[in-house]
């Protein structure tokens, strides 16, 4: 069984540009997570999707947003970068209504520079 | 705010003995936590978790310990191996939020 895909693994761009990451979940799971892990630091939360919705959001600016489509796959959006977001980009998932949130399977990371 | 800690950021031991990685939490109303392995290059994935009915939980190498009056939480991994060398984390799931509140991670380095 496939594992969280996501796509590109890196990608660097320069400051005030946008990225788009995108991630696959596992076949079967709707919930699809975003965290992103900047150097040094632990792994915080940007967003939660499930079943197409957001359902949750991190405390980041307006700037990072996404959205999940039909397939249950997802994008992330980060417009006007700036140079701190340069970081490691988790995406993960979770099959529907499992309890208590938390056994999450992640993807192998976008690894976002911005120059 | 950083609801979970973990204040060291890595740990050396050699193989065959005990690594024990620590973990603080200050919200009490957290009621389960996990511990997840990340090695290089690679997603974290998912090693063992405990409920805050139970104060150990046991699987294989692996036992968590939760002492909630002191809001701290413990993996113990043992006998230590080369391959168990990786940055851990512990997290906690805040409810209905869908979210994971991670520790900063211990790098851990198992010596042959």
């Known amino acids: 069984e496939a594992g969280v895909t996501q796509s590109p693994t890196h990608l660097i761009k320069t400051r005030g540009q946008q990225a788009t990451l995108r991630c696959s979940p596992i076949s079967g799971h709707t919930s699809v997570y975003w965290y992103q892990q900047a150097l040094g630091l632990g792994l915080q939360f940007l967003l939660w999707y499930d079943e197409g919705e957001e359902r949750n959001r991190g405390n980041f600016p307006p700037r990072f947003s996404g959205r999940q489509f039909p397939n249950y796959s997802s994008e992330l959006n980060v417009n006007a970068l700036e140079l701190e977001d340069s970081a490691l980009y988790l995406c993960?998932?979770?099959?529907?209504?499992?309890?208590?949130?938390?056994?999450?399977?992640f993807g192998e990371g976008s690894r976002l520079t911005v120059l | 705010d950083q609801q979970v800690k973990q204040n060291s950021p890595s740990l050396s031991v050699q193989e065959g003995r005990i690594s024990i990685l620590n973990c603080d939490y200050t919200n009490s109303m957290f009621d389960y936590f996990l511990w997840y392995k990340k090695y290089p290059a690679e997603g974290p994935t998912f090693l063992i978790s405990i409920s805050s009915i139970k104060d150990k939980n046991e699987d294989g190498r692996f036992t968590v310990f939760l002492n909630k009056s002191a809001k701290h939480l413990s993996l113990h991994i043992v006998p230590s191996q080369p391959g168990d060398s990786a940055v851990y984390f512990c997290a906690a799931p805040p409810s209905n939020t869908g979210k994971l509140i991670f520790g900063q991670g211990t790098t851990l380095q198992v010596k042959p």
């Open positions: 993960a998932s979770s099959p529907a209504g499992r309890r208590p949130y938390g056994e999450l399977f």
